[in-house]
């Protein structure tokens, strides 16, 4: 068994989709970034290379790279998945906690677990999204 810790952050802007986990959200802001910026999929990405010392998203997928402008987040998940399968591993299961202020994420973290389960071949059950503000401390 292999565990890995992921983490993603992207500055939220005027003119930006915000997705977490697959899911669009709707918001009057949305996440900076190369790809879709979808934090979510990036840090659980990142603990899947992680967890086998590949690197991070980033080394894969680099936003130097034009091919990865606008990248929807779950297919380089996927491939993540991919990466780790190859080298005789499954994904057990996950845990992940999304801070962010606004907008309110309870009635999307079903759907997010849901997309997460389906991209990295696990029963819903496996998988765990919590979101929590953090209490106005930035």
Partial sequence: MRVGHG??????VVGRRLVLGGVEIPSERGALGHSDADALAHAVADALLGSLALGDLGQHFPDSEERWKDADSLELLAACVALVRAR???VGNLDATIVVERPRLAAFTETMRCNLAARCGVDVSAVSVKAKSSEGMG
Avoid: E, I, K, S
């Avoid at 983490?7 to 939220?12: E, G, I, M, P, Q």
């Fill in 88 to 90: 005789g591993y499954l």
């Fill in 7 to 12: 983490f993603d952050a992207h500055r939220l």
